[in-house]
T-cell receptor
């Protein structure tokens, strides 16, 4: 049982390049999330998917797109990377819509945009 | 909307001393509250959660937190710090739906020998 996995672990992009961050969970969770973590700002929600086939914007969605490929996988795409998107990105999942469910986090992707 | 304020971005204690990490929340609905821990270069791991069953919540690694509605607080404590407790700790609040969890800015705990 791997929990939440993310690829890649590290990535360096040049301004304007695109890339997709991959996330998968094996806990049969309905909900999945993408966060970014910046020093002194905690985690901020980029996009989430409450169930397969649905996605919604979070607190900081600009410059990102997502795809909920199936129940297991939720990808985050940067179409034209900017230095302001340098951050650590975390994927998370949770069991359902009840807000008592804790979220389980992946190990993160460290992205640098030069 | 809900929000969380963690008082103190850095806390330093000696090994064996009391750990107290402060968290105050704001929520328009009865909140669900969480403490997560993040070790270097890792993701977040749940320490404990408050879901209205009991105001004193016990978590992993000897940590506990008390929900105080009158003070809108959910402070994290551990009676005796261990070197392995050195990490960053995040308080989070959820209310309304699970897609609206808000995290505090984090408190970095240093444990001195």
């Amino acid at each position: 049982n791997a929990g939440v996995t993310q690829t890649p672990k590290f990535q360096v992009l040049k301004t304007g390049q695109s890339m997709t961050l991959q996330c998968a969970q094996d806990m049969n969770h309905n909900s999945m999330y993408w966060y970014r973590q910046d020093p002194g700002m905690g985690l901020r929600l980029i996009y989430y998917s409450a169930s397969e086939g649905t996605t919604d914007k979070g607190e900081v969605p600009n410059g990102y797109n997502v795809s909920r490929l199936n129940k297991r996988e939720f990808s985050l795409r940067l179409e034209s990377a900017a230095p302001s998107q340098t951050s650590v990105y975390f994927c998370a999942s949770s069991g359902g819509g009840d807000y008592s469910y804790e979220q389980y986090f992946g190990p993160g992707t460290r992205l640098t945009v030069t | 909307a809900q929000s969380v304020t963690q008082l103190g971005s850095h806390v330093s204690v000696s090994e064996g001393a009391l750990v107290l990490l402060r968290c105050n929340y704001s929520s328009s609905v009865p909140p669900y509250l969480f403490w997560y821990v993040q070790y270097p270069n890792q993701g977040l791991q749940l320490l404990l959660k408050y879901t209205s069953a009991a105001t004193l919540v016990k978590g992993i690694n000897g940590f506990e937190a008390e929900f105080k509605k009158s003070e809108t607080s959910f402070h994290l404590t551990k009676p005796s710090a261990h070197m392995s407790d050195a990490a960053e700790y995040f308080c989070a609040v959820s209310g309304g739906n699970n897609n609206d969890m808000r995290f505090g800015a984090g408190t970095r705990l240093t444990v001195k020998p």
